[in-house]
């Protein structure tokens, strides 16, 4: 190999070879930026990809209509519409369903007529029986894991009428549609249309999915469908059912769209500041490099070596460490791209299609690779090489600092006021401010990994802290909801009859959707279906949070409280507006009177028990009731929940839910814990850029210092005086970027948390500071700091006095 | 794994001084280092004593070895045979962390490029070694680095950074360093080859001084003058030591 080199390679090459440890280092700080924006390019290509081909390929509805049971050729004059693609009807039963647990769940069971001509929302098979038989279900292979059931074995239902059925499942499914059950809480059914009448259900549909020609669709304005979307519902009318509800997707929107597009956004965020980070390290890393070498420079040039030679020369070593990089990086993206994606693949319910690797990534990856550090070593090595040969040789023995500024008045004084500072503590400080650039481009790697560390610290925090004010909501225990409405005396009476019980009230509940406003038109632009609750207006049971407004009073009639998930769908709704809410049949129109914190627990507005039941003509019943226990025990409280059904039911009341409010609060928090591991992920990647950030400056420190190493031995100082010496330089480093980065967070948080807030909450989040975020960060600063000096520190150590002082 | 990794960063234990012995005993010392064209011996087997109080100069060519055979004694390299005694220790047993600390407190190093630390003041440089061996207590420090530095004659330069003082300056603030622990034994490595010859001159001066108070002193040089200055020349050629004078056998 060094026979065909010119000489000038041949030092370049024993640049790259001959000081291992610095080409490590090199290469690291510029794979870190590699791996990250390869992998953030990679995972959105492959997201893209896989989401695509497998919601993508489902054919997703463009709109869906929701009416009262209606024969199977409707549907035909829905597809005969002019713009209509495809469509395709079905039937749903909302049901109660007992699985391996025991322990009654909802489920969602979907009857298709024919599986064999599915065009919309197409549901695929995955394993087992295919279409399902008769008195067979198939489960969405999401549900298997909620249910406790695999295949062969059966499941029990209850039908709406109130009987039991047990079904065969006799297969898996994939709907990519559906939101998976881990989130919904609820599992998905698929049925044939004779094991509907096996469920007291007439053998009709009550669901109409259609796709809309391309041709129709202007980009993603939902416009063009909601149009024919009312021709379908006119077209149903005409055919004698009542339509309730239209539902319009944005087109080409998964239904999660913001939810992807947020840790999209994320991991954006991670990749660029990775890519930051690793540029000030390589920027740090070249300059010591030639600082290192201003003398051979000098040398070089003083036995004629030209300066474009020479930049030439160090370039060519930047461009080595590069393709270094991007050999180990590249791979390294590759994989990190396809765990993130099988992460989201079951987050968002697709099928993740493993690794590819595409062109663009690769170039991409170069650039990052050669093109960033190539630029970014530019203006280092032409400094550094612009020293001249007079300035190259009359410089000799231990290089003194930079020039000094303000800030080392500032420190002189600073110390002075410690006249007990050891001669070792005062060097570790006057040296951590010696490389002004280097300190600062370090400090700024240390400190963005700080701030991004400690405000998502904050911002769980804040986030735990609005959810349990939120969910101090639940005064009640158990809830349990009805088919049917009965007199709410006798609920109450059949409930507190139960043991165990403490306290029962029972409420007024109807669903119902928000019209825009009064006109006839409105009725089909409504929002998505709302509850309607009618507790009494002193009631304990729940404890809202109001955040605008004010919650109902006794003289209240036709007063209205929304929660802000209500604010989704309907913009329009503000305090002291007239609302029209249709129930049925009927329009009943209310005042808001206040908003109240949403409890991510869907859409619900609160109106007083005697008006608005007497609106809906149910006065004095009740279709549900809300029960507080005598135990705090949480599996008592399941128990009992299950008792209660028995009991209920034996007594003829119709069940339509019960939900334990423990196991409600579990779900909804687990839903942020999926936000909140990204969030720490990404928060605990860049500290270990940032380690590697104050590694690098450290180990160049020893590296520049060796000399004084050297003399500090030959005066005496042993081994651990030293290692001291370093470890302390980069614990005040850490410790520095810990409180700068700490008084970053908190705008930083504040800001996240009111975003986080705004897109989950549709209110900013409660703001709490986390002591045990900033503690966590400065603790874990601090042990960063001596864990990446150890390393430089030690070999500092083991270098002898004779190699130091000779060491050029 | 991870505690004999740390083993070379924790503290060190020192034996004990053997009293009343000569300042430098060497016997049958080699240095044999191993290079690309096969083995170079640089010290073919020194045999060597200095009593406290001598000022000796050590003179010969580039490459006869004097520089490996300072090195010797300041434990800045280990010798491949032969046994060295400093003070009444065993050089040669010790570990080069023991060296550190033992030539802390009993070898004052003098550079030819002075390598002050340049973070540090002139008096900061002379508290470092105390510092570094645990030498003094700590209101004792400050105020011996001052004497120091008085001493040999910069006392009023105590606040400044190396930076800006003068080469003749430096030279004397690493003089002062050296004294620091008050170690028995001063090893200079040519200490004016980087000065002007009057600045050079107030040094030897300095060291006569010194040698006079009971400083056993041994100085690398290459110019006869100043080693003529001295109370004893060693000259060592092809790896031995040529021709010992002492100031008598000079003049007589």
Redesign the interface.
């Given at each position: 190999m060094s026979s065909v080199l010119a000489p000038r390679w041949q030092k370049v090459w024993a640049d790259l070879w001959g000081n291992k440890l610095r080409t490590l280092l090199v290469i690291l700080s510029i794979a870190v930026g590699v791996f990250a924006v390869g992998m953030v390019y990679s995972a959105y290509l492959m997201f893209q990809r896989d989401l695509s081909s497998s919601w993508g390929s489902a054919a997703p509805a463009s709109a869906s209509l929701y009416a009262d049971p209606f024969e199977e050729e409707l549907v035909d004059s829905v597809r005969s519409l002019r713009g209509v693609k495809e469509a395709e009807g079905r039937r749903n039963v909302d049901l109660r369903v007992r699985g391996a647990g025991n322990e009654w769940k909802q489920m969602f069971l979907t009857a298709i007529p024919d599986y064999s001509e599915q065009r919309v929302n197409i549901i695929k098979p995955q394993s087992g029986a295919w279409p399902p038989g008769d008195g067979d279900v198939l489960l969405e292979r999401s549900s298997l894991a909620e249910l406790g059931v695999s295949t062969g074995q059966s499941i029990t239902v209850e039908t709406p009428a109130g009987r039991k059925r047990t079904l065969k499942v006799t297969g898996v499914v994939y709907d990519p549609s559906q939101i998976p059950s881990l989130f919904s809480g609820r599992s998905y059914g698929y049925i044939n249309m004779d094991t509907l009448e096996k469920l007291d259900e007439p053998r009709r549909l009550d669901q109409v999915n259609f796709v809309v020609e391309p041709r129709v669709l202007n980009g993603s304005d939902p416009a063009p469908i909601e149009a024919i979307g009312r021709r379908a519902w006119s077209k149903l009318e005409q055919g004698d059912t009542t339509v309730f509800w239209l539902q319009v997707n944005k087109p080409g929107e998964h239904p999660m769209q913001s939810a992807i597009n947020a840790i999209m956004l994320l991991l954006a965020v991670l990749g660029v500041l990775s890519l930051f980070l690793s540029t000030f390290l390589l920027v740090n890393t070249v300059t010591a490099i030639l600082a290192q070498q201003m003398r051979q420079i000098g040398m070089m040039k003083a036995i004629g070596a030209r300066r474009d030679q020479i930049l030439a020369m160090y370039l060519t070593l930047v461009g080595a460490y590069g393709i270094l990089s991007l050999g180990i990086a590249a791979p390294l993206g590759a994989l990190g791209a396809s765990a993130v994606t099988g992460f989201m693949a079951q987050i968002f319910n697709f099928n993740s299609g493993g690794i590819e690797w595409p062109l663009q990534v690769l170039l991409l990856e170069f650039a990052v690779a050669l093109v960033i550090p190539l630029l970014a070593s530019l203006w280092p090595v032409w400094q550094g090489t612009g020293i001249t040969v007079r300035e190259a040789i009359s410089h000799y023995g231990i290089r003194g600092s930079d020039g000094k500024g303000r800030l080392d008045n500032w420190l002189d004084q600073s110390l002075r006021r410690f006249p007990a500072l050891s001669r070792p503590a005062v060097l570790s400080l006057r040296n951590t401010f010696r490389r002004k650039g280097r300190l600062f481009l370090t400090m700024l790697t240390l400190t963005i990994a700080g701030t991004v560390f400690m405000a998502v610290f904050l911002v769980r925090s804040s986030l735990y802290s609005t959810l349990d004010q939120a969910l101090e909501y639940f005064q009640y225990d158990i809830s349990v909801g009805f088919t049917q409405s009965y007199r709410a005396s006798r609920i109450e009476q059949e409930v507190l009859r139960i043991p165990g019980v403490k306290a029962a009230e029972s409420w007024g509940m109807t669903s119902g959707r928000i019209l825009r406003d009064e006109r006839k038109e409105s009725e089909d632009e409504a929002s998505k279906n709302v509850f309607l609750l009618f507790p009494p207006v002193d009631t304990t049971m729940i404890q809202p949070k109001i955040i605008a407004g004010r919650w109902l009073l006794p003289e209240d009639e036709n007063a209205l409280v929304v929660n802000s998930e209500i604010l989704k769908d309907s913009p329009q709704v503000k305090v002291g507006a007239p609302v029209v809410v249709k129930a049925g049949t009927r329009k009943l129109r209310f005042i808001v009177v206040g908003i109240a914190q949403s409890t991510m627990t869907g859409p619900i507005v609160y109106a007083p028990y005697p008006w608005a039941t007497a609106a809906i003509q149910e006065t004095g019943r009740a279709r549900t009731v809300q029960i507080v226990t005598q135990t705090t025990d949480p599996k008592a409280q399941t128990a009992l929940g299950r008792t209660l059904e028995e009991e209920l039911k034996k007594n003829n009341l119709r069940i339509q839910n019960v939900d334990i409010t423990w196991e409600q609060k579990e779900r909804i928090r687990s839903q942020f814990d999926i936000l909140t591991t990204f969030l720490l992920i990404m928060a605990v990647l860049l500290a270990i850029v940032g380690a590697l950030g104050l590694a690098g400056t450290m180990s160049i420190n020893v590296l520049e210092r060796t000399r004084e190493i050297g003399v500090m031995r030959a005066i005496g100082a042993s081994s651990l005086a030293i290692a001291k010496v370093f470890v302390v330089e980069a614990l005040c480093i850490g410790l520095l970027s810990g409180l700068i980065g700490m008084v970053l967070a908190l705008p930083v948080a504040a800001l996240l948390s009111y975003q986080v807030g705004v897109l989950f909450l549709q209110s900013p989040l409660s703001f709490s500071f986390s002591f045990f975020g900033v503690g966590i960060w400065l603790i874990l600063s601090a042990l960063l700091a001596v864990l990446a000096s150890l390393l430089p520190a030690r070999n500092a150590t083991r270098l002898s006095v004779r190699e130091v002082i000779s060491y050029e | 794994m991870f505690k004999k990794?740390?083993a070379?960063?924790?503290?060190?234990e020192l034996p004990g001084p053997v009293p009343d012995a000569p300042a430098v005993r060497m016997q049958a010392v080699r240095k044999v280092y191993q290079t690309g064209a096969g083995e170079f011996e640089a010290l073919k087997g020194i045999d060597l004593v200095v009593e406290p109080g001598e000022f000796v100069a050590v003179v010969g060519k580039s490459g006869s070895g004097k520089s490996t055979l300072i090195?010797m004694i300041?434990?800045?390299?280990r010798p491949t045979g032969g046994e060295l005694w400093v003070a009444g220790t065993p050089v040669h047993t010790l570990t080069?962390?023991q060296i550190?600390?033992w030539?802390?407190?009993t070898v004052g190093?003098v550079?030819q490029?002075?390598?002050?630390?340049?973070?540090?003041t002139a008096l900061?440089n002379v508290?470092?070694?105390m510092?570094?061996?645990e030498m003094y207590a700590?209101h004792e420090r400050s105020e011996r680095a001052r004497g120091l530095l008085e001493l040999v004659g910069v006392g009023d330069q105590a606040d400044k950074?190396?930076?800006n003082l003068s080469g003749g300056q430096q030279q004397r603030v690493a003089i002062a360093?050296?004294l620091?622990?008050d170690p028995p034994l001063l090893v200079a490595d040519e200490p004016t080859g980087n000065l002007d010859s009057r600045t050079a001159a107030a040094v030897i001066d300095l060291f006569n001084q010194l040698a006079g108070e009971g400083k056993t002193i041994l100085m690398v040089t290459h110019d006869q003058e100043l080693a003529e200055q001295s109370s004893r020349i060693l000259t060592v050629a092809e790896g031995r030591i040529a021709t010992a004078f002492s100031e008598d056998s000079r003049h007589e």
């Open positions: - | 990794w740390l070379g960063l924790t503290a060190v090195n300041t434990g800045i390299d080069e962390n550190a600390v030539r802390g407190r190093v550079f490029f002075f390598q002050l630390l340049p973070t540090l900061e508290m470092l070694p510092d570094f061996c700590d950074l190396p930076a360093r050296s620091a622990n």
